[in-house]
């Protein structure tokens, strides 16, 4: 059974374009803080970030509030380290769409090019490459922002979470060959040392993790699904950037919302009104009168969810038709075939064979 994730943007859906930073990177912060005996009213409000945008992970922060949020941290919290330890404990799935484009990758070098590959979508006026150096990858990381002048805690956090990724596959003991930071020398330096297992250089001209090859080439991730690769690729495309604009501050509407829901769980079988209700912290009457109001029933609202996500991915040839039909939460092929063809007038085969351009 693939994993539900909470968040995962329906297609040309308003209000999810990323300018900045998803606010999946900030996941747990709050509890982190307060852990650290930080005032988390003072340190969002000298942030200038609403504590409700951190509920939805694909909504987008400016990233000169969220590079603000992690050093006022440090310095509430008299943690030096902070984003350090922040970093430490944050695992892969904490990242949202980000983390799972890893851990659905088919081996561990492969996680490493897609999370670089789709990190641009997940954070913007950042540098983030992975180099090959011949014998080792050098996973290179900036935040290329003119607004933002500190940016040491952001960078301890980010290096930590692709540590993590890594460490998810080989282990709690693995090491990268060296890590570099471009800030100074911190006071208590040492910690970094023993948190990454490795030489520790600062001052250098990039954030980076030297990762031998032999330790990621072929090694298998254990959560691989091609399938829900395929789905969080293309969701976290649509949160990239659909036009110039500030960040997007704006709560997608319930309509986004639904359709996210269906997203992400129609793979678990035919979607429920109650299940959906619930998910939205509605009553199935509230919701249903909710729909009414944009002028759908809940079965025509799943029908074009369904009809959406099919069209995006019949185009991926790997996909084959049964797979499709599971992934869009049809028991059977058949049941699929007939929806498909009263929607395109043709069966899912002939369309694949054809591609109309009607369509």
């Known amino acids: ?200 250089c600062f001052d250098q001209r990039c954030n980076s993790l030297l990762i031998p090859k032999m330790d990621v080439v072929g090694k298998v991730m254990p959560g691989s699904d091609p399938v829900l690769l395929m789905l969080i690729k293309d969701a976290i495309r649509q949160l990239g950037d659909n036009g110039s604009g500030a960040a997007s501050s704006s709560q997608p509407t319930l309509i986004d919302r639904a359709r996210q829901r269906l997203l992400t769980t129609l793979h678990l079988g035919e979607p429920e009104l109650n299940d959906l209700a619930r998910s939205l912290d509605l009553s199935e009457w509230t919701l249903q009168r909710k729909l009414r109001e944009h002028g759908l029933s809940f079965t025509q609202l799943v029908d074009r969810t369904r009809r959406e996500l099919a069209l995006n991915h019949l185009k991926q040839q790997e996909l084959s038709i049964t797979q499709l039909a599971s992934m869009l939460g049809y028991s059977e092929t058949s049941a699929f075939s007939r929806a498909f063809k009263r929607w395109f007038g043709v069966s899912p085969k002939q369309w694949r064979g054809h591609q109309p351009t009607h369509v």
Request: proline share 5%; hydrophobic share 40%; charged share 15%.
């Open 1 to 200: 059974m693939l994993p539900t994730l909470g968040s995962v943007a329906a297609p040309n859906a308003p209000g999810t374009s990323n300018r900045g930073v998803l606010s999946a990177a900030a996941n747990g912060l709050d509890g982190f803080i307060v852990q650290h005996g930080g005032d988390l009213d003072q340190v969002f409000g000298r942030s200038g970030i609403d504590p409700e945008q951190l509920l939805h992970p694909t909504l987008s922060l400016p990233l000169t509030n969220y590079c603000k949020v992690l050093e006022e941290a440090a310095v509430q919290t008299g943690c030096d380290n902070f984003g350090l330890r922040y970093g430490q404990q944050f695992q892969p799935q904490a990242l949202g769409l980000l983390g799972y484009i890893g851990l659905c990758s088919a081996t561990l070098e492969d996680a490493l090019i897609n999370f670089s590959a789709a990190f641009p979508f997940h954070q913007h006026s950042t540098l983030i490459e992975l180099v090959d150096q011949g014998e080792c990858y050098r996973f290179d990381y900036q935040v290329r922002h003119g607004a933002i002048n500190e940016r040491r805690q952001d960078a301890e956090l980010t290096m930590g979470m692709a540590l993590n990724l890594i460490r998810h596959v080989l282990g709690a003991d693995w090491a990268p060959r060296q890590v570099a930071f471009e800030h100074a020398r911190p006071h208590s330096w040492q910690e970094h040392r023993d948190v990454f297992s490795a030489e520790v």
